[in-house]
Each structure stands twice: as C-alpha cells, then as structure tokens.
C-alpha cells in the first residue's frame, strides 16, 4: 500500500477520512456558527441604518485615530500568531513562546486602547441608550471585545503549555496552536468589516 | 516516514516570507480604508469603496493566514453552507427594508396622501 501526505499524522488526531483532523473540523464548524453569529449582528446594523432617516459619519462621533491604531495592532497580532504557529511547526519552543507572547501582549494592547475610547465616551456620558448608532456600537464592539478576551485566554493557556517538554512531545500540541490561530485571524476578519462600518462610512 | 511524505509535508510547511507580504499588503490596504473615508465621497460609493477594500483583506487573511488556500473540499463545503444559511437569513430582511423604504419615502407618501398631489386636482 502507497503512503500519501495525511496532515492527520502530522498533527495527530484521528483521520476524519477527509483529511482534516478532528480538531480542525470542529474549530471550523465552531467558526462557522460564528460567522452566523456576526451575521446577524450585521443585519442588524443594516437594517437599522436603512431604516433610520439620519445615522452618523463614524469619524464624527467616534475616535478614528484610535480605532486605526487597533486596527494596526490586530493586524500585527494576526501575523505574531502565524509566526508563532510557524515556529511550532518547526518545534522551536522559544521561538513560538516569543511569537506567543507577543501576539498576546497584542492583544491586550487592543483592549486597553478600547478601554480608553469607551471611557472617554462613558465620560461624556455617552453610552448604549444614547441613540441607535451607539446601541449597536457597543454591542458589536463590546462582542468583539469579549472574542479578543477569550483568545487571550486560550493563547495565554498555550503559552503556558508550551513551558512544559510533555506538550511538544504530544502531536496534538501542534493541532491545538493551529485553532487557536485559526480562532484569533477570524476574531481579526470581523474587525475588519467592523472598522469601516462603525468608524468611517 | 518516506521520501514522498517529507515532500509533501514540505509543502504544507508555513511560509514565513508570504506571511510577511500579506502583513503588508494588509497595512496598505488599511491606509487606503482611511484614506477613502478622507476623500468626503458620497455615501453609496463611500460603502461601496470600502466594503470593497474589507473584502480584499479578509479574503488574504482567510486565504493565506487561515490556509484556506489549498485547504481541503470539507472546510470549503462547509463555510459555503455557512455562507449561503446566512444569506438566505440576511437577504429577503435586507430586501424587506429596501420595500419598506421605497413605499414610506416621502415622494410616495405624498401620491399616496389624499392631501397630496392628487387630492389637489380633485
């Protein structure tokens, strides 16, 4: 019997007969209720937006300045976490650990900048009651915020993982970073779509 | 392992020099974003601009970030499932707007008045 590639027995889950391994089909389908979930969300913006007589310029009412700068951030992020994916591929331990943290210091990075510009808005007594715009303002960012929360958590308990030789003697470990990049580029998509429409159209 | 297997392992291995790439393609492209909500265009071309530049963005990172670029048929049948329940869900709402706007606009809600236009040539 010929062998041929199988990136099951690379990352060493179970074969799925289709070639994807376990974990990455079920971090797929997980993304895929995902992309459903912001769907929605989205409507809702859209709906409300064409159904209101007047909706505001997001560089009027928001800081673009800093919403860019996040934007920026996220970006890199997305890059520290493939390279650290890259490094875990090639099992350099202290390679993936400096993209890892990296890619987490990211992360919180965002959220302190977001923290800042909710504030000044809570400061000037601006919140979700104020009009339609900033109700789905902050339901949106604030969901997008929760996302960038949990991929701290996940890629923090990576981290922690990686400081301990068992993990990368494990073929599992590899499958694992991958989702968790997986996870955090989606996180990153959504603030893409999210950056235009909230801030500047 | 055999030979073979190596090989193809080789090609599935990341590639750090085109992650390099997309990270500037993608900061270009975010500089051109801000730069379009700069120029002052009206709306409609405005959003259509920058849903255009979005889409190009996440389509590199879905694309080479994500590795859904020569990922397998199941992923790609999947996420087309995903994409087609949510358009199914999204379009006839949007479309429903789009009516609701068309009959309550004011030049309708005048014709339709009998205060209206008509009501005057009565």
Known sequence: MSQTY????????????SGVTNAKLGVWLFLASEIMLFATLFTSYIVLRMGSTSWPWGWDVLNVPLATLNTVILISSSVTIVMAYA??????????QRWMAATI???LGFLVVKAFEYGHEFALGIGPHTSVFYAIYFTMTGLHGLHI??????????LYMSAREEHWRNPLFLGRVEGAGLYWHFVD????FLFPALYLL | MSKNDDAQRDEHRP??????????????????????????????????????????????VGALFMHLWGESKLIHRALWITVGGAAILILPLIDCVLVANKITSPPDVASQHPSGEHAEEH
Do not use: C, E
């Open chain 1, 87 to 96: 490094k875990a591929y090639d099992k350099d331990k202290s390679g993936f």
């Open chain 2, 15 to 60: 590639d750090v020099g085109l992650y390099v790439k997309v990270f500037g393609a993608l900061m270009i492209l975010t500089i051109i974003t801000v730069a379009i909500s700069k120029l002052h265009l009206p709306r409609p071309q405005a959003i259509a601009l920058g849903l255009f530049v979005a889409l190009i963005k996440a389509g590199l």
């Open chain 1, 189 to 192: 998509i959504v603030w893409i």
């Open chain 1, 6 to 17: 199988n990136p099951a027995a690379i990352m060493g889950n179970a074969d799925t007969h």
């Open chain 1, 149 to 158: 929360l949990g991929g701290v958590a996940v890629n923090g308990g990576l």
């Open chain 1, 105 to 107: 210091l990211l992360s």
